[in-house]
């Protein structure tokens, strides 16, 4: 039962007295655990039984979510909770103040505003062309031979 053939096996008999409970445990938990092995052995390789684990298991949302754990006062009914929160909050603050300064530092205008401005203006152009027929046809009056009905 054991994967060690030299390893000496204790007798049934041994193992159900009182003072070897916690041996005849580790026992059965063995012999368990080399059934398990060996009947899983063909599904079950190497690289699974030494590789770690790649999740991180939290116990509670708190920090995924970023909020705040603990106590929290207002109006200063526990000033030495709002010195440490504020103290907290100051550090998140300057966090993302600096991450802020990277985005507006990254977010400089690809297009001066000249360009924008003819590239609207054209555009504006271009659709004014499109409707101008419309509204010189629109202009003109009715021919004289349609009678107008009141």
Known sequence: MSNKPNKVQL??????????????EKFDKEADNAKGRALYASEITDKMLN????????SSYVPCEDL???RISFGGMNP????????ESGVQSAQRERSEAIKNSKMQTDVPD???????SSVMKTVHKKYDSNRK???HPLPLNIKRSK
């Open 11 to 24: 007798s049934k008999a041994i193992l159900q007295m009182k003072f070897m409970s916690r041996t005849k």
């Open 51 to 58: 590789e770690a684990c790649k999740y991180v298991i939290e």
């Open 68 to 70: 705040i754990e603990g």
């Open 80 to 87: 030495e909770i709002e010195r440490i929160l504020e103290l």
């Open 114 to 120: 000249a360009e924008m401005a003819q590239f609207y």
């Open 137 to 139: 046809r629109l202009q």
